[in-house]
Every structure is written in C-alpha cells, then in structure tokens.
Antibody
Framework: EVQLVESGGGLVQPGGSLKLSCAAS????????MHWVRQASGRGLEWVGR??????????SYAASVKGRFTISRDDSKNTAYLQMNALETEDTAVYYC?????????????WGQGSLVTVSS | QSVLTQPPSASGTPGQRVTISCSGS????????VYWYQQLPGTAPKLLIY???QRPSGVPDRFSGSKSGTSASLAISGLRSEDEADYYC????????????FGGGTKLTVL
C-alpha cells in the first residue's frame, strides 16, 4: 500500500526556518517526482514546488511565492523527500502536503500525505 | 487569488445532477489537461479525474469531467450525501506563475 507521511511541522517565528520530511512507503521513491502543495486554513490548494527523479537530474521548480526561500530535496536511499523552509513569513502558515506525481494517471497527484501544519507567528 | 476560477459553492439534493465549472486561460487549461480533486472535511485531497475526463480505478462513474477551450467542468450525477466535500480543479501551466495551478475550490453541499 502506498503511503506518504509528513513530519516536522510546528510553530516558528517570522524569519525562522523549518524542515518538513515526507517518508514514502509502498513504492520506490527513486522513480517518482515529488511535489509539495499547501493549504492555508479555510483556503484553497497552492502548489509549492517539485523535485524530479534522478533520471531527470533531480530538477526542482518552485512557485513564485516561495522561490529563493524554500528548497526541496530528496534522499532516495531513505525513501524520503524534504521541504526546507527559510525566511518564513506569516503568509506561509498552512498545512503542507507532499504528493506523488502519478506514474499511471497522467501528470496527476495520485497519493497525498496526511499533511503537516506549519504555523508562523510571533 | 487562484489562477483557475471556480464558483465558491454548489448544492443539490440526493439523486440530482450537479456541475462545477472551472475557468482558466490559454497557458493552463487551454493547452494542458485538467484534473479534479475531492477533499472531504479534515482529509487530504483525493484524485477524482485525470486528463480531462478519465477516472482512476475506484472512482464511481457518477463522476465525469469535460473540457472545452479554456474551461472545464465536473459533473456529479446521482448525488449522494457522501459527495459533500470541496472540489478543486487543477492544470499544469506554461507561464511563469508556476508549474501547477489550482482553482479556489467549490464547496458542494448535499441538501
């Protein structure tokens, strides 16, 4: 069974840093592109960024709102993807989901983690 | 403000057919596939429709998707109480706004 489990969320002050982890099981992470999507309370979904597989040189892309502050990485040996968030702003407060780019259903997101809450507040 | 435009709410009674619209532009819906996700209260999104009108395994055929030009729609027939959820459309985007864009979501209420 495919599972994605996020961890690392919490309360952080504006300007601070936090690193989220996304542990994958039930499939081999090395062949998958992984994306991060966030959702502020009562709001819609916002794409944050992605990291492609080794075959695609681990290429990364980011939303304009987080570019230069957030970094996505992965450790395929640990079947884990990461989201490093620096220079956090109150507007970054949200539930962060990691999600897998589907190998079978076009360029869709077929599995999602349960989400990790990040609260940026003084 | 979301790149794709959806109505904030929709409603219907059990057994009815409801549709949810999604409007975009030439850089996203106009040139790429549309995807739909269902988010039940307090849970992560779930893939409902991919490549405009394809259903993943396990999704009932009561759910259907369509696309025309820069707009798309999700139809739910034989509405059931368990369909009450938030629905999001999504598409890949060829502009600099980001690789993937979402609609603001439509809250479906089953009366």
């Amino acid at each position: 069974e495919v599972q994605l489990v996020e961890s690392g969320g919490g309360l952080v002050q504006p300007g601070g840093s936090l690193k989220l982890s996304c542990a994958a099981s039930g499939f081999t992470l090395s062949g998958a592109a992984m994306h991060w999507v966030r959702q502020a309370s009562g709001r819609g979904l916002e794409w944050v960024g992605r990291i492609r597989s080794k075959a695609n040189n681990y290429a990364t892309s980011y939303a304009a709102s987080v570019k230069g502050r957030f970094t996505i990485s992965r450790d395929d040996s640990k079947n884990t993807a990461y989201l490093q968030m620096n220079a956090l702003e109150t507007e970054d407060t949200a539930v962060y989901y990691c999600t897998r780019l589907s190998p079978g259903y076009g360029n869709s997101f077929d599995y999602w983690g349960q989400g990790s809450l990040v609260t940026v507040s003084s | 403000q979301s790149v794709l435009t959806q109505p904030p709410s929709a409603s219907g009674t059990p057994g009815q057919r409801v549709t949810i619209s999604c409007s975009g532009s030439s850089s996203n819906i106009g040139s790429n596939f549309v995807y739909w996700y269902q988010q039940l209260p307090g849970t992560a999104p779930k893939l409902l429709i991919y490549r405009n009108n394809q259903r993943p395994s396990g999704v009932p055929d009561r759910f259907s998707g369509s696309k025309s030009g820069t707009s798309a729609s999700l139809a739910i027939s034989g509405l059931r109480s368990e369909d009450e959820a938030d629905y999001y459309c999504s598409a890949w985007d060829d502009s600099l706004s980001g690789l993937v864009v979402f609609g603001g979501g439509t809250k479906l209420t089953v009366l």
